[in-house]
């Protein structure tokens, strides 16, 4: 199992930026595709960002589309989340994952989840 954590996180005024990073730990980090997702208070998780093994494709939800960049570096092991323009709705809790299916946008029972970093944006 990958080990992730995930840091950046933090408050910030709406119309800001913060970035997000996920350093994990194992030897299948290079060979898999990452996301982020996010979860406001309730019990479903959103997807919002994925990118793949080789950091040659990404994939966003709607709602963030042209404010927030995904990318990883395989040497460092860590994917980053670039979030500009920042608005109250992304407020959450941020979770990177690994063995993300890119088919479905969903991590299968065997992928691994970090710990999440909270990312409160106000008004």
């Known amino acids: 199992q990958v080990q992730l954590v995930e840091s950046g996180g933090g408050l910030v005024q709406a119309g800001g930026s913060l970035r997000l990073s996920c350093a994990a730990s194992?030897?299948?980090?290079?060979?898999?595709?990452m996301g982020w997702f996010r979860q406001a208070p309730g019990p479903e998780r959103e997807f919002v960002a994925a990118?793949?093994?080789?950091?040659?494709?990404?994939y966003y939800a709607d709602s963030v589309k042209g404010r927030f960049t995904i990318s990883r570096d395989n040497a460092k092991n860590t994917v980053y989340l670039q979030m500009n323009s920042l608005k109250p709705e992304d407020t959450a809790v941020y979770f990177c994952a690994t063995d993300l299916d890119l088919r479905t946008m969903r991590v299968p029972p065997f992928g691994s989840w970090g710990q999440g970093t909270q990312v409160t944006v106000s008004s």
């Open positions: 194992g030897r299948t980090f290079s060979t898999s595709a």
């Open positions: 990118v793949s093994r080789n950091g040659g494709n990404t």
